[in-house]
Structures are given as structure tokens and as C-alpha cells.
């Protein structure tokens, strides 16, 4: 009579009662550890198990099962959106570096994602997941999501991150670009990715190889650079043009415009390059209005440097036909090419030749207004173009 | 239980069976992925090239030369030359002054040659780049001159 027992009060009894008490109250406290149990350690070893006996097929032709496609894809795009949150994207896109990034979409990404008027590989299409056709996609994409893809990739979809780290403005190019993907006619695209390199074979020096047409898509078959934020190469030197396709080679310089058309090129094709773009005309000079205020502040820069604030004068190194050869000549160059790349000298995000440390130093002293106007200054200055060859 | 255990013994027993061709074609694999070389070759880092070629290794005005074609002028005046900078210690005389590099270094060539390689490890906070990037003939030939200026 377990009743009577309970109610008889004696002490020891009452011990009895407690422990039958505790136990039936742990019992479900044991089950549930069991539980936790055997999902802290029986789940992964079960899971490691059968991904290492292989149950799971990682082939890609049956594609995901639908709960995986979805969780995927519910992933990717929230973090996409969730990390775009740090971006910050510029009010209006930097057109100018369209024709570079045009031409880059065309030898890079154009394989997997379409360009127009031009259809997909089957292969391509076989992917997993099968990469979207932008020209159809981008629009459900801000701005600064874009360029988190373009930037950093998309894990596990083979979507790359881009080649060089430290070049956000070729990123934006990219973005500027995707903007105006859907609106060109297959004509309008080729014209903008490929117009400068369609150079006839006669018009090539005996020694110059193949992959010129790959320079040419940005810097134009005249060498002049096909926009302003790409750098004329016509009458450089050809010490410096030598080095930095090295510097580019090596990684030394970075910029991911640059990386897949410099990749593979052998050394003396590097040379014959250098060679070909020292050999022609140089650039004349922008035709830009620029306020005479702007440029003359850059003449004082260029000419006497800035000595209350350490900034040695440019022509000390860039003016002249005496000066090392590894110093580029800067004039008739682009602005905007000039002032993105002090910029970058200032951050010390470019490297280049063996020399670009002193160059760093000097812009690191530079304002942005400094900048601007001693590049407008070079970019108009050609007065001794032919004695600088 | 029992169905359990037999799939994992059965699980285990098709592994084995299997394993054999798996160790092979992971071998293969392996080579496979040897034989795929990177498509740069390694770049042989570039020669410092002679920063003018123009001036023969000899000629008494290759010091100066080199110490305007390579950009010192912008910086540092030396009289009678077109080294007219302002921003840098004037160097007109620097061969007869008594130490140099704000007194850390005595005033020879081969300490001339140290600091213009690296200003950096001689005088903390100095506002001249290292300028060992170039050929250490070149160094040698810049820092002959300036200890000749007297």
C-alpha cells in the first residue's frame, strides 16, 4: 500500500517519497539529453559519415533538390543584401570607365553570363547553379549590391571576386557598366567592348603580337586610350611601359582590367608591346575646357612643386628628356587617368615600377585639389611631345 | 536497430569494395592537377636598367647627371646646376661639411651611398624616399659626387 506509506510522516518514508519524487522528475530530463545528446555528436558523425562513404551526389547534372535550391538561393541573396548595407555607392555612376569595363565583360564574364547578341555555351547553360544572364537579371540588384558581387564573388557559385583588391574604382566601372547592359542592341555592344581592335593586319609592325588586339580594346588602336580614366600609351617610354606590363605580371601593380589581358603574355611579347605604343604618336592633348586658374595652379605644382608643404616640383622627374626612362612622360596624358592614379599613389593602393614608393611619397602630400589641378596642367601640356621621344 | 546496423555494415562492406578504385582515381586526380602549370611563367624580376644609358660609366659629369635625370634636383639646390629644389638641405658644399644625416653618419662616400639607398634608417621622420630601387654602381657613382662637392 503505497498510499498508506506515504501518509504514515515517518522520516524515513519521507526520503523514500523524495527519491521516487526525483526520479519520476528526471526521467524526462534524462530522454532529453539523450536527444541533445545525439544531435551534438550522433547528427555530425552520422552526417560525416554518409558524406564520407559518399551518399551525397555532388554531381551537377540532376541539380538541387528543391528545399537546397531554395535555402540557397534565400542565402546568397539576403547576405548579398545585408552586406551591400556597408557599401557606399556613389548618387551617379562614373561613366567613364565604361568602354575598359565594356571590354573586360566581354573577355571575362561574358563566357558565363551572355553578352548580347551572342549565345551561351551549352556548357555554360550545365552550370550549377546555371549563371544568370544579366542583361535579363540586373535589374533586381541596387547599385551597391552589385558592386558586393563584382567585389568579393558568390561563394559555391563560381562567380570570382574581382582580381585586385584595392581597385573599387574599377569595380564601379563594372557596376556603371551592368547599369547599361540591358538597354545595348548586340552593334552598340561590340562597338563599346571591341571598337579599338579591329586593326587590320597591316597596320601591325612585323615584330608585334597577337594579343595587341587585347590592348587595343581599351587603349584604342591609336594607343590613345579609348577613355579618359584608361591611359594613352602612345610616345610613353618605353622603359616604363616595359615595366609596368612586368609590374601588371607580377602583380606588383594591381588592377583586374589589366591582370587577364596581361596573363600569359611571354617576355618578349612584353617587350615587342612596350615597343609597338613608344613608337607612336603621342597624344595631342585634351580638349576639355578647363578654368585657366585650375591649370595654372597645376603649372605651379608641375613647375616649383609646393615647398611649405614638402611637395617636390613633377618636373623634376617627369618634364625633360634627361630624366631616367623608368619615369613616365606625363604629358597629353588623361586627367582623370592622372588624378585616379595619384589618388591611388596617395592610399598606396598602386604599386607598379621598382620606383613607385617616391612617387607615393610626393602625392601623399597632395590635396584633392592639388590633384586635380596638376593633372588638368598635364593633361593639356604637349608642347615638347617630340623632344621627349 | 538490427536494420540499422545492417545498412551501415552494409554501408561499410560496399566502401571497402569500392575503395580500392576510389585511392586510384584520387591518384589520378593528383596527377592530373601536377600536371597543370600556372599559365605566367615566373617572371625573373627585371635588371635594374642603367638610369642613363646616354652618360658613359667614366665621364666626370655622370654623377651629377644621374643625380638630375633620376629627380634629386626637385628637391635638393646645388649651385651652379639646374638642382634648384627648396625642400631638401642645400647640398652646394655637403662634401666638406663634418657629418651628414643630422650628424648620425660620418661624412664619407660609402655613408652618402647608405643614405640616399635608405635616409629612412638614419633619420627617423626624414622627408626623402628611399632611393635604393636603383642600381647600387648608380648609388655609388651619386654618392662619389656629392662627397665631392666641397
Redesign the interface.
Known amino acids: 500500500m503505497p498510499g498508506s506509506r506515504t501518509e504514515s510522516g515517518t522520516t524515513s518514508s519521507n526520503a523514500t517519497a523524495e527519491e521516487d519524487a526525483a526520479r519520476v522528475a528526471n526521467q524526462p530530463i534524462m530522454i532529453h539529453l539523450k536527444h541533445v545528446v545525439f544531435g551534438a555528436i550522433g547528427l555530425p558523425v552520422f552526417l560525416l559519415l554518409a558524406a ?3 551518399f551525397f551526389n555532388v554531381g551537377a547534372s540532376s541539380g538541387h533538390w528543391k528545399v537546397t535550391a531554395w535555402f540557397l538561393q534565400l542565402a546568397m541573396r539576403s547576405a548579398v543584401r545585408t552586406y551591400a548595407l556597408a557599401v557606399d555607392a556613389p548618387k551617379t555612376l562614373d561613366r567613364r570607365g565604361l568602354p575598359a569595363a565594356a571590354g573586360h565583360f566581354a573577355r571575362g564574364c561574358a563566357i558565363c553570363h551572355g553578352a548580347p547578341g551572342e549565345l551561351r555555351s551549352p556548357a555554360v547553360l550545365r552550370m550549377l547553379p546555371q549563371p544568370p544572364d544579366l542583361a535579363l537579371t540586373v535589374g533586381d540588384w541596387t547599385d551597391a549590391q552589385l558592386f558586393r558581387i563584382v567585389k568579393h564573388g558568390i561563394r559555391f557559385t563560381g562567380m570570382p571576386a574581382w582580381p585586385a583588391r584595392d581597385r573599387d574604382d574599377e569595380v564601379w566601372a563594372m557596376v556603371a557598366f551592368l547599369r547599361e547592359l540591358p538597354k545595348l542592341s548586340p552593334n552598340e555592344f561590340r562597338a563599346l567592348a571591341i571598337n579599338g581592335s579591329d586593326v587590320t593586319s597591316s597596320d601591325r609592325q612585323p615584330a608585334t603580337p597577337d594579343v595587341l588586339s587585347d590592348c587595343m580594346r581599351c587603349h584604342g588602336g591609336d594607343g590613345e586610350g579609348r577613355s579618359d580614366t584608361v591611359p594613352a600609351l602612345a610616345g610613353q617610354k618605353e ?1 616604363y611601359l ?2 609596368s606590363l ?1 609590374a601588371y ?2 602583380g606588383d601593380r594591381t588592377s583586374g582590367f589589366m591582370a587577364l589581358p596581361v ?2 603574355i ?2 618578349d611579347e612584353m617587350a615587342a608591346l612596350a615597343r609597338y605604343f613608344a613608337t607612336l604618336s603621342p597624344a595631342s592633348g585634351e580638349q576639355d575646357q578647363i578654368p585657366a586658374e585650375v591649370i595654372n595652379g597645376g603649372r605651379q605644382i608641375a613647375e616649383a ?1 609646393i ?1 611649405e608643404r ?8 617627369h618634364i625633360g628628356s ?6 613616365p612622360r606625363l604629358d597629353g596624358q588623361h586627367a582623370a587617368y592622372l588624378e585616379q592614379q595619384l589618388k591611388l599613389f596617395r592610399s598606396e593602393s598602386r604599386g607598379g615600377t ?2 613607385w ?2 612617387m607615393a ?2 602625392a601623399q602630400r597632395l590635396t584633392d585639389d592639388d590633384i586635380r589641378a596638376v593633372s588638368a596642367y598635364f593633361s593639356k601640356r604637349a608642347e615638347d611631345a617630340q623632344q621627349l621621344r | 536497430m538490427s536494420a540499422n546496423a545492417g545498412l551501415l555494415l552494409g554501408c561499410a562492406f560496399w566502401f571497402l569494395a569500392y575503395a580500392g578504385n576510389w585511392v586510384a582515381a584520387g591518384e589520378l586526380g593528383h596527377q592530373q592537377a601536377k600536371v597543370v602549370k600556372p599559365p605566367i611563367e615566373p617572371m625573373i624580376p627585371a635588371a635594374p636598367q642603367s638610369s642613363n644609358p646616354t652618360a658613359s660609366q667614366d665621364s666626370p659629369g655622370r654623377g651629377l647627371s644621374l643625380f638630375l635625370s633620376n629627380g634629386c634636383g626637385a628637391c635638393h639646390t646645388i649651385r651652379g646646376t639646374e638642382a634648384r629644389g627648396t625642400i631638401g638641405p642645400d647640398l652646394s658644399h655637403v662634401g666638406s661639411r663634418t657629418a651628414i644625416g643630422a650628424g648620425v653618419l660620418p661624412n664619407t662616400e660609402e655613408a652618402f651611398a647608405r643614405f640616399v639607398a635608405r635616409p629612412d634608417l638614419f633619420k627617423p621622420g626624414v622627408k626623402m624616399p628611399a632611393f635604393d630601387v636603383l642600381p647600387q654602381t648608380e648609388i655609388q657613382t651619386i654618392a662619389r659626387y656629392l662627397k665631392a662637392l666641397q
Open positions: 564520407w562513404i559518399g622603359a616595359l615595366a612586368q605580371a607580377k596573363t600569359g611571354a617576355p612643386g615647398p614638402n611637395v617636390p616640383a613633377c618636373a623634376g622627374c634627361d630624366k631616367n626612362p623608368i619615369y621598382p620606383f614608393r617616391i611619397t610626393a
